[in-house]
């Protein structure tokens, strides 16, 4: 799965690095460091970029890979929104069926097995157009970043989900802008 390089990019975007022994027969030993911050001037004068703006909205998450989707979740949750987490897109559709105002905001895999992030996309903009909804991909033949925003998809992020883009998509299209940030 994407587990480690999900890992590796959150590492990466906080400027922090992982040390890797492995031995044969022994296992693999992963040592992750982090850089110490303390306050939001630290971490502004640390990486040169203002802080990530905060939400109190509502973020329905879905993704087949459990672990990513309740990483994506806390990561969402550490910048005040309310999110809720789905394992796979007809959970998360019939939800919506019973509660399209539940939510502010969708974001969802691409690769699913059932319905993936592009059909559950359609499906929820057909009740409910104009809702933003961001897709996730570690890759995808089946769509790619302008087809993904022609069909109102306000974003289109390839995995690994860095922390500081997620934030800054997220805040850039619930203030009302209609396609956040290129990778």
Request: negative net charge; proline residues 5%.
């Amino acid at each position: 799965g994407l587990g480690l390089s999900v890992v590796h990019g959150i590492v990466q975007s906080v400027h922090g690095h992982i040390r890797v022994a492995s031995e044969p027969g022994r296992g693999s030993t992963f040592q992750v460091y982090l850089p110490v911050m303390g306050t939001t001037e630290a971490v502004q004068e640390f990486t040169g970029k203002r802080p990530l703006l905060r939400g109190d909205e509502h973020i329905w998450v879905v993704d087949d890979e459990r672990s990513i989707g309740l990483m994506e979740k806390e990561m969402l949750e550490n910048l005040g929104y309310r999110v809720r987490a789905f394992a796979n897109s007809p959970d998360l559709l019939r939800a919506f069926q019973d509660q399209p105002d539940g939510c502010d905001l969708v974001i969802s895999d691409m690769s699913m097995p059932k319905m993936n992030g592009a059909e559950l996309a359609r499906s929820v903009l057909a009740v409910r157009p104009g809702l933003p909804v961001i897709l996730c991909t570690g890759f995808s033949d089946t769509i790619n970043r302008e087809q993904a925003l022609a069909m109102g998809i306000r974003d289109f992020i390839i995995k690994p989900v860095d922390f500081e883009r997620l934030g800054r998509s997220v805040r850039t299209i619930l203030d009302g802008g209609k396609t956040a940030l290129s990778d």
